[in-house]
């Protein structure tokens, strides 16, 4: 097929359903740049709450049943009709193998019946592009993905060729937050939950470990910081036969606190890593739900205005899971005539970076990349 660089413009259709949200989004790239024209996120929190986290086969079947929904949506939102669309873009991988197959499918048969380019995406590229999405920032720079799912350190040497730095060799941290909010009784999602509960907790009651400090890479391991807060937990409950508010908002401070410790430091690393390999200062920028968190994102800001290294942090809404970073990298494979075709298939591991060994330990989307 013809490459694509001089369109005046192009509309590319998003689709995403790799984990909990369904979701679709129109983008129009042109002369200069691109503009989100519509961007549809339909969360499944609801049929997952009373499981206390995804069930694959709910999940799956609740893709099928809303993707076209979702995109009818999208375009409808966008002002634009199916035949408006030069490409379709969809998360191929990594994730739930269900519903990225519900997306696929989806995606496939539209291609084919619209004659238009199918583009798979990996779900981790559409969040490592989005700096590029938010704010033209130029290759390479720093990310650092942190979500319920997924944490890793990574160079973005270009929209197809990634370096990792690090990431965490078991829980991803949004899922420890989840997890440390089911231990204590508070709501899900359990990261804005573990947060409110901080703001009046005392940070320093309890001295949580800060894994793998001693170690000076930047991976990251969460598993044991939960299964300590487990311990201070128990010992609570044996001793006065339950949690008060008190000790609820005071283990919530402190596991927040051991959270942001090992992510700034960590951070701090992967900055000076990336200036010895490439010999020059990253723009590090992060992405996923957990930059969410006020006190890290406040920290992540303050340490690259000491060390002199530019700070960005997308809109909430393009760092949490959502189609028009899907439908944005597909872009970026579009303006270089790089397309799939209906033998694409779904992949539930697909890590960035395949020069380096597989990282150790499962997700709440399935293995780590
Ligand atoms: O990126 P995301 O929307 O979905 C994926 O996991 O891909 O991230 C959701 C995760 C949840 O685990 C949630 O608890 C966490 O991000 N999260 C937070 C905050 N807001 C969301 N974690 C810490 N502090 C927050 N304010
Ligand atoms: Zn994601």
Redesign the pocket.
């Known amino acids: 097929m013809e490459r694509s660089m001089d369109l005046n413009k192009a509309l590319i259709l998003g689709i995403e359903s790799s984990?909990d949200d369904t979701a679709a989004s129109v983008l129009e790239i042109n002369s200069k740049g691109s503009e989100i024209k519509s961007s549809i996120v339909h969360n499944q929190f609801n049929l997952h709450k009373e499981y206390g986290g995804v069930v694959p086969e709910i999940a799956a079947r609740a893709h099928a049943e809303l993707i076209d929904i979702v995109v009818e949506k999208s375009l409808k939102s966008a002002n634009v009709v199916i035949k408006d669309i030069n490409a379709i873009g969809v998360t191929a991988g990594p994730g739930l193998i269900g519903g990225v197959l519900s997306g696929l499918m989806f995606a496939k048969g539209l291609s084919v019946s619209i004659k238009k380019p199918l583009i798979g995406v990996n779900h981790l590229a559409g969040h490592a592009l989005t700096p590029r999405l938010t704010n033209k920032v130029n290759f390479p720079y720093l990310m650092l993905l942190v979500?319920?799912?997924?944490c890793q350190f990574l160079i973005v040497h270009n929209y197809n060729s990634f370096e990792r730095l690090g990431g965490t060799i078991d829980d991803?941290?949004?899922?420890a937050?989840?997890k440390a909010a089911r231990l204590l009784g508070l709501k899900q999602?359990?990261?804005?939950a573990?947060?409110e509960a901080a703001k009046t907790g005392d940070e320093d009651r309890f001295d949580l470990p800060r894994p793998l400090l001693d170690r000076e890479d930047c991976d990251f391991s969460f598993s044991g910081l939960k299964t300590a807060l487990m311990r201070k937990q128990n010992e609570l409950t044996k001793k006065q036969g339950g949690l008060f508010e008190k000790d609820v908002c005071d283990l919530s401070a402190s596991f927040q606190q051991a959270m942001h410790d090992v992510i700034v430091e960590k951070s701090i690393r992967a900055i000076d890593l990336y200036s010895k390999i490439t010999n020059r200062k990253p723009t590090f920028s992060i992405a996923?739900?957990?930059a969410?968190?006020?006190k890290?994102r406040h920290s992540l800001k303050n340490i690259c205005t000491t060390k002199k290294v530019d700070f960005l942090a997308p809109p909430l809404d393009l760092?949490?899971?959502n189609a028009a970073i899907i439908a944005y990298a597909a872009a970026e494979r579009f303006l270089h005539g790089d397309y799939d075709d209906t033998t694409l298939s779904a992949r539930p591991r697909w890590p960035l970076d395949d020069q380096k060994p597989a990282i150790l330990g499962s997700g709440?989307?399935g293995p780590k990349a």
């Open positions: 984990c979500s319920g799912g997924h991803a941290p949004g899922e937050f989840d999602p359990g990261g804005p573990i947060e996923g739900g957990v969410a968190n006020k890290i760092c949490t899971d709440k989307k």
